[in-house]
């Protein structure tokens, strides 16, 4: 893993990766479509014509209009958004939420298991670029 940057926003904590962004938001926020500016704003930073998938760190408690999904399904590189929570209440309100977001999307108890999926997404895209390259 190469080198990574972090964030301290109003209501949340950003941590950039190579391939991956992590945030974490503080108890009580509410996430709406403005949000999504912020979201596009870090990811046209650092990840300019790369791919990146966004991990959400529910270690709190907050609200998300669904309809922020519709707006972050057309960041171009994007591929997909993991959810990790232990909580119950949590991962179904990810669940719900996961059917106004039209790329993969999965929820996990644990960062670890958030973070194999990642590499494996990050993996499969990037054997369908080398494929379309060499077709």
Do not use: C
Request: aromatic share 14%; charged share 25%; no cysteine.
């Amino acid at each position: 893993m190469g080198m990574f940057y972090s964030y301290d926003l109003v209501g949340a904590k950003v941590f950039v990766f190579d391939e991956f962004m992590v945030n974490q938001i503080e108890e009580g926020v509410i996430i709406t479509p403005k949000d999504n500016e912020i979201l596009r704003e870090i990811i046209d930073k650092h990840f300019t014509n790369k791919p990146v998938i966004y991990i959400s760190n529910r270690h709190f408690s907050y609200s998300v209009d669904p309809l922020t999904y519709l707006g972050t399904s057309k960041i171009h590189n994007l591929l997909a958004i993991a959810i990790v929570s232990d909580k119950p209440i949590a991962r179904d309100n990810a669940l719900f939420e996961s059917n106004f977001y039209d790329k993969p999307f999965e929820v996990f108890e644990t960062l670890s298991l958030a973070m194999e999926w990642v590499h494996k997404i990050i993996l499969h895209e990037y054997k369908e670029v080398k494929q379309l390259k060499q077709g």
